[in-house]
């Protein structure tokens, strides 16, 4: 997992480069007969497009496209919300406000700026694709327009849309931060020390008063058959054990993936969290939160496309899990929930 930070001069050479080569040709190219208008991708891709405007009125009016400048100025630009859920699109003004209050009318006003028009699409970032695929096929399946193409700062190599321009390819678990005052950490747990299951130090706690077997945990790690199977410890400021998560890497089996109808899983690399515990499972829920955050960065680290809980061996809030955005994997025969996964990308 690699973390690409681009700083605001680095962010408007990025434009500067995309506006003088695309966008400003294209306004020249069509001064008055066929006007451009933007369409923008959620908030994120509506932060980049905010710096677009000064960088292109700049460069007319170094080079005295004054037509040109006053087309530009009345550029059409319309935020465009994808839904995940329903995997929908929702055009909106910019403020995040509809056109009119019903969907027919909406897409009257929508029509107005887009039909006959050279589109530009934008967004920040282009993950799965999915978002700006939608966007595209949804312009051009009811708002006719002139011309569409499309632009993202950053786009993972996994995508299945390919902006017509981008800045930085980067691989799926990479992270991309831009435009931002202040670059976030990762948090895990705030007080308490994260640390490695240690046999000489561990081995010394009285097990009675551990939450969870750690005989069992300190075999595993010094058997050598277990060479993926790593356990961290929360460990108090009194020496105390208060949490632990222990998890492996496996691929996915053909035989898991069809008892629970993800063929989709088939083959794919995964984290297994063989065991989360602590003291209190239910007072305990930011600790737990921790581990669970260590969990899906550790498989991010390792190129590990999914996470699976054992809920049956580990916490057993199957709805806690789901609320962390997990799927409930349920056994056909028992109606018992037996794992809960996520995709980490």
Not at 32 to 46: E, M, P, R, W, Y
Not at 257 to 263: E, I, Q, S, V, Y
């Amino acid at each position: 997992m690699y973390t690409y930070i681009l700083s605001n001069e680095q962010v408007l050479a990025y434009l500067r480069d995309y506006a003088n080569r695309f966008i400003i040709p294209a306004l020249i190219a069509n001064p008055q007969n066929t006007k451009t208008a933007f369409v923008v991708i959620g908030g994120s891709g509506l932060d980049l497009f905010k710096v677009l405007p000064p960088i292109i009125n700049d460069s007319l009016l170094y080079s005295k496209q004054f037509s040109v400048l006053e087309s530009f100025a009345s550029a059409g630009v319309i935020n465009a919300i994808y839904d995940k859920t329903t995997q929908g699109v929702a055009f909106r003004r910019v403020d995040g406000s509809f056109f009119a209050p019903n969907e027919q009318d909406n897409d009257k006003h929508v029509a107005d700026v887009l039909k006959n028009r050279n589109v530009i699409v934008i967004d920040s970032s282009v993950h799965s694709g999915r978002s700006m695929l939608t966007v595209v096929n949804a312009i051009v399946d009811k708002y006719s327009p002139a011309s569409i193409s499309s632009y993202a700062l950053f786009l993972k190599r996994s995508s299945i849309f390919i902006p017509n321009f981008y800045g930085i390819r980067i691989n799926e678990t990479d992270r991309a931060l831009f435009l931002l005052d202040q670059i976030p950490n990762h948090r895990f747990i705030s007080n308490d020390t994260v640390r490695k299951i240690d046999a000489t130090r561990d081995g010394k706690q009285k097990h009675g008063t551990v939450p969870f077997n750690l005989d069992y945990l300190l075999r595993r790690e010094s058997d050598p058959t277990f060479t993926n199977f790593k356990t961290f410890v929360v460990e108090s400021h009194a020496g105390d054990l208060r949490a632990c998560l222990s998890y492996y890497e496996e691929q996915i089996s053909d035989t898991f993936a069809d008892k629970h109808d993800r063929l989709e899983l088939k083959n794919e690399n995964a984290i297994v969290i063989a065991l989360i515990a602590t003291h209190s499972n239910e007072c305990d829920k930011k600790l737990l939160g921790g581990l669970r955050r260590l969990a899906e960065a550790s498989a991010r680290s390792l190129d590990k496309k999914y996470i699976i809980v054992d809920i049956i061996m580990t916490f057993k809030n199957a709805l806690w899990w789901q609320k962390k955005g997990y799927d409930l994997l349920t056994d056909k025969t028992s109606g018992v929930v037996e794992y809960a996964l996520k995709k980490i990308y």
